[in-house]
């Protein structure tokens, strides 16, 4: 009695869908974009496709989301940036001090093939958020009670 309640209703609830469904189907979804079927044919030719072929392929939306944004304070590139700061405060803590273009060029014959930093104001940025105003500001905001 249950097996054939159970039967029942997956009988009437699932079916395997046919060629023919999935033509209307797809045909209903280009008739809501405004295409009738000399559209659908035209498109067929210029992608070497079948109307019949054309019309059974997949049409569900797949695309590629944005990643979401960082939160607002969340550090963006704090490893990488920390160790661009200590080569620039080497160099500037030396007798003569360095300039910030012979600091680059400094980085650029060691590391080469370094993206991050792509001119001397990257290495300027990475030692002030490090060493300079703003660590300074966040040095007070922590001794804050």
């Known amino acids: 009695m249950k097996d054939d309640l159970l039967k029942q209703a997956v009988r009437m609830s699932c079916h395997r869908i046919t060629k023919d469904e999935v033509i209307a189907g797809n045909r209903k979804r280009f008739s809501q974009l405004g295409l009738d079927d000399h559209d659908?044919?035209?498109m067929a030719d210029a992608v070497g496709l079948e109307l019949e072929d054309l019309l059974l392929l997949d049409s569900s939306v797949s695309g590629i989301s944005r990643p979401k944004p960082s939160k607002p304070?969340?550090?963006?590139?704090?490893?990488e940036?920390?160790?661009?700061?200590?080569?620039a405060k080497e160099r500037r803590d030396r007798e003569p001090q360095m300039t910030w273009d012979e600091i680059y060029r400094d980085w650029m014959?060691?590391?080469p093939d370094d993206k991050p930093v792509k001119d001397k104001e990257c290495i300027r940025e990475a030692h002030r958020r490090f060493f300079g105003d703003k660590y300074k500001a966040r040095k007070r905001a922590s001794k804050k009670p």
């Open 109 to 111: 014959r060691t590391y």
């Open 81 to 87: 940036t920390f160790d661009i700061a200590v080569f």
């Open 40 to 42: 659908i044919q035209v």
């Open 73 to 79: 304070g969340t550090p963006g590139r704090k490893d």
